[in-house]
């Protein structure tokens, strides 16, 4: 990787995972970047529990940003952060009430489909709760106000002693687009929803996984800026 580049902050489902998994080659690309003595982040709204279920490697990451900005966790020490409060009680019994399903409950995060926004918003409103409705596809996450993938990783990135304008990211849906901004330089995979593809520097011209070992190999190249790929903002 350029020496311009300290940490690459990726997300799982949809950038690093295809049906959430990830392939030996992404893999690889990703301990080429350790091998670099770079840093590497993941950025996901998914829970710790269902990432140690379906990501055994995850000990790759330095830091994982889980809950879509609500947790940090340290890998190598098995150290958890909660950076905001846990859901509200109310919150959780109305919708349950409500009879919304699916629903996950986890540290702080409360997620169902993005067909029950109606009925979430509502109870939201009623309640007069100061939580944010975040949409991700076919998901749809419930946080305190201001938290996003954004300011977790702000808080990983500042433990670590990394800034965010030496950080790359990479990403594939709504979600992203906050801590894809923070980041110095910032990647969709082909894959990508287009409304977030005219937000990023630069779009990979391969999907998935293969898309960011595609990012992977122009940085370690040694490119400031990766420019066999590089789209400019519009």
């Known amino acids: 990787m350029s020496t311009r580049w300290a940490a690459l902050a990726c997300d799982y489902d949809g950038t690093l995972a295809n049906g959430g998994l990830v392939d030996d080659a992404t893999l690889e690309a990703l301990g080429q970047v350790?091998?670099?003595?770079?840093?590497l982040l993941l950025v996901t709204g998914r829970e710790l529990k269902d990432l140690f279920d379906v990501f055994p490697p995850i000990t790759i990451f330095d830091?994982?940003?889980?809950?879509?900005?609500?947790?940090?966790?340290?890998?190598?020490?098995g150290r958890r952060r909660m950076l905001v409060h846990r859901p509200p009680r109310k919150l959780v019994r109305a919708l349950q009430m409500r009879r919304v399903k699916p629903l996950s409950i986890?540290?702080?995060?409360?997620?169902?489909?993005r067909a029950q926004q109606r009925v979430v918003f509502k109870v939201i409103d009623e309640l007069q709760l100061p939580l944010d409705v975040i949409l991700n596809k076919r998901?749809?996450?419930?946080?305190?106000r201001g938290v996003n993938k954004a300011t977790g990783l702000q808080e990983a990135l500042q433990e670590m002693g990394i800034a965010p304008a030496d950080t790359v990211g990479i990403g594939d849906a709504?979600?992203?687009?906050?801590?894809l901004a923070l980041c110095g330089h910032s990647a969709a995979v082909a894959n990508a929803l287009p409304k977030l593809k005219r937000?990023?520097?630069?779009?990979?011209?391969?999907?998935?996984?293969?898309?960011?070992?595609?990012?992977?190999?122009q940085l370690l190249n040694g490119a400031n800026t990766p420019q066999l790929l590089w789209k400019g903002r519009g």
């Open 199 to 217: 937000k990023v520097h630069v779009v990979t011209s391969a999907g998935y996984g293969e898309g960011v070992a595609e990012l992977v190999k």
């Open 174 to 179: 709504e979600n992203d687009a906050d801590f």
């Open 34 to 39: 350790r091998r670099s003595g770079r840093k």
């Open 139 to 144: 998901s749809l996450m419930v946080l305190p």
């Open 106 to 113: 986890g540290h702080a995060i409360v997620a169902t489909l």
């Open 63 to 77: 830091r994982v940003v889980a809950e879509n900005g609500a947790v940090l966790y340290d890998p190598a020490s």
